[in-house]
């Protein structure tokens, strides 16, 4: 493993981690409905970018663990919100890295449904978190069937234009150090370590704030 990809890697999980710890906070602190789907498609995103860049079995995978623990750095605790990011990643490397089907849109589309059905399953009767386990097989079934499909729909058009995006970067010959450019002037290596050294500022700051 090349130190490349490490830095790939460190970079697009840091993308992913940081629209769930900013643009995820201001969604649930407001509680908008169905916030996951938002998150979800950004997640699968960038996910698709990287895959161009990274194509190897487990990247996805790999840049979602980074996602999360971005995201613990950087935001509340909420066990929930860590095994969505992890199980959409692992899904992601299942149909689009393992399984290789052809359509992405269907690879998007089974990506979603998987990683909602699992996450919702474990987390209910798995790890037994709470807020589950007393909503019972309803919330199961509101958030697989209804926010499920609204990602779903989203990811089939956003995922595909993703790929050609990515794809079209590549034939440029633009680079992972000129695609952090397109977000920061600065080498990816300075874009990759501000991003992480502001979650780890931020996991800081909220650890001597529980302290007082």
């Given at each position: 493993?090349?130190?490349?990809?490490?830095?790939?890697?460190?970079?697009?999980?840091?993308?992913?981690?940081?629209?769930?710890?900013?643009?995820?906070?201001?969604?649930?602190?407001?509680?908008?409905?169905?916030?996951?789907?938002?998150?979800?498609?950004?997640?699968?995103?960038?996910?698709?970018?990287?895959?161009?860049?990274?194509?190897?079995?487990?990247?996805?995978?790999?840049?979602?663990?980074?996602?999360?623990?971005?995201?613990?750095?950087?935001?509340?605790?909420?066990?929930?919100?860590?095994?969505?990011?992890?199980?959409?990643?692992?899904?992601?490397?299942?149909?689009?890295?393992?399984?290789?089907?052809?359509?992405?849109?269907?690879?998007?589309?089974?990506?979603?449904?998987?990683?909602?059905?699992?996450?919702?399953?474990?987390?209910?009767?798995?790890?037994?978190?709470?807020?589950?386990?007393?909503?019972?097989?309803?919330?199961?079934?509101?958030?697989?069937?209804?926010?499920?499909?609204?990602?779903?729909?989203?990811?089939?058009?956003?995922?595909?234009?993703?790929?050609?995006?990515?794809?079209?970067?590549?034939r440029r010959q633009v680079r992972t150090a000129d695609l952090a450019g397109i977000f920061m002037r600065a080498k990816p290596a300075l874009v990759t370590a501000?991003?992480?050294?502001?979650?780890?500022?931020?996991?800081?700051?909220?650890?001597?704030?529980?302290?007082?």
């Open positions: 493993m090349n130190k490349k990809y490490i830095l790939g890697i460190l970079f697009f999980s840091s993308l992913w981690g940081f629209s769930e710890a900013v643009l995820g906070g201001v969604l649930y602190r407001y509680d908008v409905p169905y916030s996951s789907v938002y998150l979800t498609v950004i997640g699968l995103s960038v996910l698709t970018i990287a895959i161009v860049y990274l194509p190897a079995m487990g990247t996805a995978t790999a840049i979602a663990a980074f996602a999360m623990l971005y995201k613990f750095l950087n935001a509340p605790f909420f066990a929930c919100h860590l095994l969505g990011i992890l199980m959409m990643g692992a899904c992601y490397d299942l149909f689009f890295n393992v399984l290789k089907l052809k359509s992405r849109a269907v690879c998007a589309v089974l990506t979603v449904y998987s990683g909602y059905a699992l996450f919702a399953l474990m987390i209910t009767y798995v790890f037994r978190y709470e807020h589950w386990v007393e909503a019972g097989f309803a919330k199961i079934i509101n958030h697989v069937g209804i926010g499920g499909t609204l990602a779903a729909i989203g990811c089939v058009l956003i995922v595909p234009l993703s790929h050609s995006f990515g794809e079209w970067l590549r501000g991003m992480w050294l502001f979650a780890v500022g931020a996991f800081v700051m909220q650890y001597h704030r529980g302290q007082m």
